[in-house]
């Protein structure tokens, strides 16, 4: 028996996407990366694991995957270097051969390799595109490696240098000698994502940046089928009610296993309080995230505001944004007294990425942590006084 909750399988979708990656057509630009984003508790990371993950290895790809959230306390670049470190470990041959390439002996005990996977990584004697190359030559398969919440890695030195020598790798392993490297990068912020991308001094400079598909009609089907409440849900019913939570769906979950727990439900009464229920899931969500905010200092509050309205163009120091916190500081706290400036503007922006609202890239430029964050904050009308 497997206790597990059964998954909705997008195999189409997988197989199209997975033909794209490995696509080795003239003109094609998966060779320098793929970027998918979707916002948050969609499915990103399901899909990667119970989908695409298959389908790139049905297609002959040796598939390394890491989710860079899977561990906040590991610096990300770690945790690239230790997926790589991990993939070696499982084959005694690319052990052997990367231990002869820096002199390592292997005589005293044949068949014992003394090779010390410290070795392979960042600056030292084996290059993750050493590594990759000799992990791919002895497989005689391109290698997909899947960067699950890729914007994590921009947020240290480390994880700069594990994209850097990630680039390295992919020029090296698309060079007509080998089989391939092929990077999949998602993440549930695209402004964070596009970051990896835009700039030409930038690891993945010009690789694509899709929208990854949310779950649609066939999921809710898939659900509506199996559900097992006591009378049907219909499916258009629930699309609508999907479509509210944001396609998210623990929302449609939750709401299900509340009736599931409720033993004098009426079957009549099953579509009424399913709706209740999705509702109220929502709601609380939007409560728990208002209560956050709700919480912070009048400076703090303002920061926000003036990230969530100006999005992609927040330059935090600038004169201009300066005088607009100040607008909006003196529009919701009319008797602070407090000027904003560099430094306790400095130290909002530390108190808003130490409670998760905001994200910060190592050399300083901040996003939303969650866009769901923001439409709210808009919805509510949070940010109509920003200028
Ligand atoms: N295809 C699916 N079938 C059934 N349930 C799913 C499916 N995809 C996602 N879910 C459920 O939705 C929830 C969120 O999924 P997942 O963690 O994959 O999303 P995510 O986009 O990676 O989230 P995060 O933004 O937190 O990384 C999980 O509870 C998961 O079980
Ligand atoms: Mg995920």
Known sequence: MNANPPIFKRTKLAQRLASQILANKVGSVASSGLFLAAPRRTG???????????????????????????????????????????????????????ARKIGVNTIAVPGVVELSLNQVGLGVAISLSDALADLSDELKKPIVLIIDEAQHAITSDKGYDALFALKAARDELNSSQHNGLRIVATGSNRDKLAMLRNSKDQAFFGAPLVAFPALDESFVQWFCEGVDLPAPLDPKAVMALFAKASNRPEILGA??????????????????????SVLAQISSAEKETLRVINSLTPLQSAVLRVMAARQADFAPFQEDTLSAYNVVLRSIAPHETLEPDGSNVQQALMALQNKGLIWKETRGVYAIEEGSTMDLMRQQGMLDMVP
């Open 44 to 98: 990103k990371s399901t899909f990667m694991r119970e989908d695409l993950r298959p389908a790139l290895e049905h297609s002959g790809a040796h598939v390394l995957y890491v989710d860079l959230w899977s561990n906040k306390a590991t610096d990300p670049g770690e945790m690239i270097v230790s997926t790589v470190r991990a993939a070696l470990h499982q084959n005694a041959n690319v052990m052997a051969r990367l």
């Open 255 to 276: 709401a299900a296993e509340e009736l599931r727990f409720d033993f004098e439900l009426q079957p009549g009464d099953v579509p009424a309080r399913f709706e209740a």
